[in-house]
């Protein structure tokens, strides 16, 4: 089988919030701030699933090349439901 691309496995990593107080306060209105944070919440959900994709397609890689050179599945590698 040909290698996979780096692309298809690599995860991503969100940095945590860091930033200190810097004692300054700005005014935003409620709507955009609830907006603001929404995107947020879809970005970092958007990073998950796209780890998560990743983590499959090196189990599904794994899993067929095992298959392919042994008859067998190994272990962990089972049937996906349908």
Same mark, same amino acid.
């Given at each position: 089988?040909?290698?996979?691309?780096?692309?298809?496995?690599?995860?991503?990593?969100? +940095?945590?919030?860091? /930033?200190?107080?810097? &004692?300054?306060?700005?005014?935003?209105?409620? @709507?955009?701030?609830?907006?603001?944070? #929404?995107?947020?919440? +879809?970005?970092?959900? /958007?990073?998950?699933? &796209?780890?998560?994709?990743?983590?499959?397609? @090196?189990?599904?890689?794994?899993?067929? #090349?095992?298959?392919?050179?042994?008859?067998?599945?190994?272990?962990?590698?089972?049937?996906?439901?349908?």
């Amino acid at each position: 089988m040909p290698p996979l691309s780096p692309e298809l496995t690599r995860t991503e990593h969100l +940095e945590p919030l860091s /930033a200190a107080p810097a &004692g300054k306060l700005i005014s935003i209105d409620t @709507a955009v701030f609830a907006e603001l944070v #929404a995107r947020l919440v +879809e970005a970092v959900g /958007a990073v998950e699933r &796209g780890n998560q994709r990743a983590v499959g397609v @090196a189990a599904e890689r794994r899993c067929t #090349a095992a298959i392919l050179s042994t008859g067998k599945p190994p272990a962990g590698c089972t049937p996906a439901a349908q």
